[in-house]
């Protein structure tokens, strides 16, 4: 019995060690994900795409389907970050890092 509780908690601390780490990872597709990763890597990943939307590897439309992929994902972030900055008051100065978010109200009589 005080085996099997041990065995438990082994595998409870193991849990919550592999949860940790990957909530260090980079979001796929991210601005940190496309700086840390390597350029094999993010081949691959759009490669899957390209493939199941019907590209032959090796073809110069499967290369520039990758392409494609790449630079629309990077144009979402660079769009999502800007949306983000603006909203966290980043046009004030803050660069969004202030961790306050100011609203501003009218009130019409």
Sequence with gaps: MMQT???????????????????????????????????????????????????????????????KEINDQKQRNTISNAATASATGAVYGTGGKSGMTLVLRETFN
């Excluded at 590897?57 to 520039?64: I, L, N, P």
């Design 5 to 67: 509780a041990l065995g438990a908690q082994k595998i409870l601390l193991l849990g919550v060690i592999c949860f940790s780490l990957s909530a260090c990872a980079p979001r796929v597709g991210s601005d940190r994900w496309f700086r840390e990763t390597s350029p094999e890597q993010i081949r691959m990943h759009f490669a899957y795409n390209c493939q199941s939307y019907g590209f032959r590897a090796g073809s110069s439309e499967f290369a520039e389907c990758i392409q």
